[in-house]
């Protein structure tokens, strides 16, 4: 049997992180923030944040940012930001929905140690470090629970292995979508079941 959600209320609010060189005018953010405009209820707060690329700072301004949303936000987080989401989720004892999260990132980021990126949404230009490593290692939760999340994983996913996703977030809710990549470019057929995990309903239409 699957576990209840951390909460019964509404969401409060709604705060969207992006994955990993991502920004926060990508496809599924915009699509988010749109879909916190167009709720049953009336627009309901949303913060799509540009997080830093490392781990330690884009945690810490994901954090500031709860206080904005009111008592019981909902985190949505893809990939990278599905591992801060969750990492806030187990701090402050919140809903989150993942998508394509990244299970064990650090062991991810040592492969790329020295592989310089660019951000394509702000221009940004860095490199990988051991500190990346280090900051995710030392971040990663210890255990995940289970009523807390509703987990999207697409199963052909090139990037991550959603074998791992599902093992990591065992006994909660999932959607797995039928050769879904890693951007999961479907988003937009699950809002309602994202927006109903922090109990809200789209708009009809919407």
């Not at 209320?9 to 496809?27: M, T």
């Not at 999340?149 to 990037?159: F, S």
């Not at 988003?187 to 809200?200: D, K, M, N, V």
Request: charged share 15%; with cysteine; proline share 8%.
């Amino acid at each position: 049997m699957l576990s209840q959600p951390a909460a019964t209320s509404a969401a409060s609010g709604v705060l969207y992180l992006h994955g990993f060189n991502s920004g926060s005018a990508s496809p599924k953010a915009r699509l988010v923030a749109q879909g916190c405009a167009r709720l049953d209820a009336g627009p309901l707060p949303c913060a799509t944040p540009q997080l830093p690329h490392r781990p330690g700072e884009a945690l810490a301004l994901a954090e500031s940012l709860l206080a904005t949303l009111g008592p019981q936000p909902l985190l949505v987080g893809s990939s990278m930001g599905g591992f801060l989401a969750s990492c806030l989720a187990e701090r402050h004892d919140l809903r989150a929905v993942v998508i394509n999260p990244a299970v064990r990132p650090a062991g991810l980021v040592e492969s790329w140690l020295g592989e310089a990126f660019v951000n394509e949404y702000t221009g940004e230009r860095f490199t990988i470090e051991g500190a990346h490593r280090d900051e995710l290692a030392e971040l990663t939760p210890a255990r995940l629970e289970p009523r807390r999340y509703l987990v999207l994983l697409g199963t052909a996913d090139e990037t991550l292995d959603p074998r791992d996703g599902a093992a990591a977030y065992r006994g909660a809710p999932m959607i797995l979508q039928a050769g879904g990549d890693h951007g999961f470019s479907a988003l937009a057929e699950y809002l309602p079941a994202l927006f109903a995990h922090g109990g809200h309903r789209l708009a009809s239409g919407a």
